[in-house]
């Protein structure tokens, strides 16, 4: 971060710089070589290169001295047979230019103002949208990160959260099909809907279920208001051909561990106690079942129990985004290989750190695909290194930390 902060300083430093020299260059040029004087107009290039570099005002009107100060020097050791004494014409170009520059300024700093205050904007919307995730539910540590394929988004066709229910910690991991800002639609709704029915469903398949019903209803009333004539079509009528990839994974108190699997790629349990040292292995739990939205789950749905998750391993999720990035090359990123050496680089203490792991996987994707990214990216850590918090013991702490944010609760 030092090193990138000191760049960006001697970039902006050589940008300020730039109009000076060019005009130091212009005057050395019409004072040394023969001739070279009738290039001296060139000049009044400087207030264009101040505007367009580093854009401010002051900038801008020094270019603009320094434009005219070397008109004057110019004229003043010409040789007055040639005629170049009077260049009045360059001087009154050079002021029009540096008059447009000015405008042109203050005009690209409104104009940076009021994107930057989009941003802000933008960033909040996403914040709430896909929230930052919490450091500890339930006594297991948990670290995400996510990469948009849309340039200057923070989220896109990828989701993730994370929660402590009465029933346990639970988690969701998915990605909508397609990716970028089309697909923020359809997260904002899964999203809204896990957050509800994760709370008020005992079991997983009711979450899942919910979930359809969710997916369902969003893609209805997105065909209806893109396409009004359609309007009258019956509620059972298919509303627009999507899907979505989707693990669903609950933790109990007892560590046990379930899950149900929808087209998603399957997660990866991280040890470190094996025989080699740190281990990555994929969770095989049976045959997936088809996208969500691509079939109607049954009231005879249930989750597959894959073990207990056992003090120090931790469950690794991702999106298809990583499994199927490629190099220049065409080589797919090695996310096995990949994750065993993370761990590895991520061990503190003796035992793994989430947000280290997390960070470094990152760090190795983008290094992998040199920051070309053709799809959305979501990574999700789920460690267990302290004993569980029973879920009842979990819910209350979480009501009492949102009873003292409301106005007029005392706080203990």
Known sequence: MIRTRATIRVRGLAVFLLPGVWVAGVLAVALLVPGGVHCVSAVAVAPVIACAGSGRRRCVAMSGALALVALAVAAAVADKDEGFAPRSGTAVTTLAVVILCLWLADRKVRLAAELDRTREIAVAAQQVLLRPLPRRVNGVAVAGDYLSASQGAHIGGDLYEVLATPYGMRAV????????????????????????????????GGVLRRLDRTLARHLRERAYAEHPAVASAPPEAPAAEEFVTLLLLQLGEDGGTQLINCGHPPPYRISADCPGGVCAAQIQAGEPLPPLGLFEPGDDLTAVRCGPLLPGQALFCHTDGVADARDAAGVFFPLTTELEEAARASVRGGSLCARVLVQSMSSRFLRHT?????????????HRDAPLVPAQFAQAAHVRKAARRLPGVPRR
């Open 173 to 204: 991991i998915g990605d909508v099909r397609g990716h970028g800002l089309a697909a923020i639609g359809t997260v904002a709704a899964l999203l809204g809907g896990f957050r509800e029915a994760a709370h008020d469903e005992p079991d997983l």
């Open 370 to 382: 040199k920051g070309r990214l053709t799809d959305d990216m979501a990574l999700l850590l789920l």
